[in-house]
């Protein structure tokens, strides 16, 4: 069974960077998508990115497109999310989660599993 591990939150000023990652165990389809997740408190949760765990078009909400990139490793079974120009209301937890669907976007993804997720904190 796929599972899920996120790392690489943390507190950081407006304007910092973080990268998280998202390691994957269990066997994963090249054409499995792969997204980021997250969820503030009192607020719904929202999709971030996504991208086929083998590669290719990437997926992007509008209120962080050009500023968070998604990226993948398939032989290290690994998704980075790199999150630039952090703003205080990226302020959440981030969970990524796989989905077996086609096409690979935030909004047409039916997560199977999730990870446990890593809390990201940006401060004013």
């Known amino acids: 069974q796929v599972q899920l591990v996120e790392s690489g939150g943390g507190s950081v000023q407006a304007g910092g960077s973080l990268r998280l990652s998202c390691v994957i165990s269990?066997?994963?389809?090249?054409?499995?998508?792969v997204a980021w997740f997250r969820q503030a408190p009192g607020k719904e949760r929202e999709g971030v990115a996504a991208v086929f765990a083998g590669g290719g078009t990437t997926d992007y909400a509008d209120s962080v497109k050009d500023r968070f990139i998604i990226s993948q490793d398939y032989a290290k079974k690994t998704v980075y999310l790199q999150m630039n120009s952090l703003k205080p209301e990226d302020t959440a937890m981030y969970y990524c989660a796989w989905d077996s669907g086609y096409p690979c976007t935030i909004g047409t993804m039916g997560p199977r599993s999730w990870g446990q997720g890593t809390q990201v904190t940006v401060s004013s």
């Open positions: 269990g066997w994963i389809s090249r054409r499995n998508c």
